[in-house]
């Protein structure tokens, strides 16, 4: 079936630095999202994006983050700087529509930050 | 095949009566946690188990890590709590291997 793929699984940084986080999203879908997930705890809402914009943001989804597709390539989430509170996994997802119309996800992106 | 099969992929229920959700693992799994979608698309967390069973309100959760499987009991269904429901397990040190869904609709 449809994947959404992640790139890297697996980053580790350092505290102060940018990271860009890569999902391919499935190929005609128009809506995408990134969540996190802190170890051992619940998987949380970060963002959802339609058309070039920000639909929905959540508290989590601080100042220092940035979220951008430009013209089909990936779906990018930039963390710039990084601090060792955003270390966790990042789940992107993509669906064709918004109206309970499924997602799908990528495996995650395990962010170390050191 | 699926590492994590959900079942039904669809369900109707008249508001007030009560039903389960399935998902089937075909590998260990260290915990589950299910999430209803909700009409903006954006997924609700509803419960998150490394064992056992959890409650809230008219929700009930089990994951049977022997077995390999867990349930979400949707007990004296109301309208609102019609939406996709998913279940994802804990596969590895941290990937998240969702369900297919169930899309769950409430009649009158």
């Known amino acids: 079936g449809p994947k959404v793929l992640q790139i890297p699984s697996h980053q580790i940084i350092d505290m102060g630095q940018m990271v860009t986080l890569n999902c391919d999203p499935v190929s005609n879908h128009l809506y995408f999202y990134w969540y996190k997930q802190i170890l051992g705890q619940q998987m949380e809402f970060l963002v959802n994006?339609?058309?070039?914009?920000?639909?929905?943001k959540s508290k989590l989804f601080k100042d220092q983050f940035s979220v951008e597709r430009p013209d089909g390539s990936y779906f990018t989430l930039k963390i710039q700087p990084t601090a060792l509170e955003d270390s966790a996994v990042y789940f992107c997802?993509?669906?064709?529509?918004?109206?309970?119309?499924?997602?799908?996800f990528g495996h995650g992106t395990k962010l170390s930050v050191l | 095949g699926d590492q994590v099969e959900q079942s039904p992929s669809a369900l109707s229920l008249h508001e007030g009566t009560s039903s389960a959700l399935r998902c089937n693992f075909t590998t260990t799994t260290r915990s589950v946690q299910w999430f209803r979608q909700n009409s903006r698309g954006s997924l609700i967390n509803l419960f998150y188990?490394?064992?056992g069973t959890k409650e809230n309100g008219r929700l009930k959760s089990a994951f049977d890590s022997k077995e390999l499987y867990s349930t979400l009991h949707i007990r004296d269904a109301q309208l609102e709590d019609s939406g996709t429901y998913f279940c994802?397990?804990?596969?590895?040190?941290?990937?998240?291997?969702f369900g297919s869904g169930t899309q769950l609709t409430v009649m009158p």
């Open positions: 997802a993509s669906s064709f529509d918004r109206s309970n119309e499924r997602l799908f």
């Open positions: 994006f339609y058309n070039g914009k920000v639909m929905e």
């Open positions: 994802a397990a804990e596969e590895g040190s941290w990937q998240l291997i």
């Open positions: 188990l490394a064992s």
